[in-house]
């Protein structure tokens, strides 16, 4: 059993999150889902970002470490979208996670990252928050960290592929997603 924790997106804590969650914990996992934005939800990324703006990225921060305060330090830190940005910000903060999660785009792997820190990234090809540019500087990165990357690319498929309640969701990417993080996982 792997301690996870889900840090959804700019869209706030949805459905895809939960059943995420949900999914992770048949497969044996214990999984929290913080809501960063309190019950707020945004139908819209320009909305989303409004929210964070007013809601402010401190706030959200500091909403992520207490609902990690009790959780074990080599828990895995998830993040969805947004949720990938607040896990590159907390990560420093706990030197000893697991492995990293990142879904739907990427984040700058901070310098402090340990060697042998395991890190996945599975994100829609094309998309602009998993640019080329910005998954050469993350394998940039990891290669000087000594962290252990793996990227997973799916052409086609829209930023928001694994949510069904999105017009980007495409089943076939969002289930070998899903294969592909329980692998990860185990």
């Known amino acids: 059993m792997v301690h996870i924790a889900l840090l959804h997106s700019v869209l706030g804590l949805r459905p895809a999150e939960l059943l995420a969650a949900e999914r992770l914990r048949r497969a044996g996992h214990e999984v ?6 309190m ?4 139908s819209t990324l320009d909305e989303g970002f409004r929210l964070v703006d007013r809601i402010g990225w401190a706030t959200v921060l500091t909403r992520a470490r207490q609902a990690l305060r009790d959780m074990p330090e080599e828990a895995v830190l998830a993040g969805v979208s947004m949720g990938t940005g607040v896990v590159a910000d907390l990560l ?8 990293v999660l990142f879904l739907h785009a990427v984040a700058d792997l901070p310098q402090s990252a340990r060697p042998g820190l395991r890190v ?3 994100a829609a090809e094309p998309d602009d928050f998993a640019s080329p540019e910005r998954v050469a500087a993350l394998r940039r990165a990891a290669r000087k960290s000594g962290a252990a990357l793996e990227v997973f690319r799916y052409p086609g498929a829209g930023h928001f592929y694994i949510d069904r309640d999105l017009p980007d ?11 592909r993080v329980l692998d990860f996982l185990g």
Do not use: N, S
């Not at 019950?39 to 945004?42: C, L, R, V, Y």
């Not at 420093?92 to 492995?99: C, D, L, N, V």
């Not at 969701?169 to 294969?179: C, G, I, Q, V």
């Open 32 to 37: 929290v889902t913080p809501d960063l934005f």
């Open 39 to 42: 019950g707020e939800i945004a």
């Open 92 to 99: 420093p903060e706990r030197p000893a996670t697991g492995a």
């Open 120 to 122: 996945q990234v599975h």
């Open 169 to 179: 969701h495409d089943p076939a990417a969002a289930e070998l997603t899903w294969r």
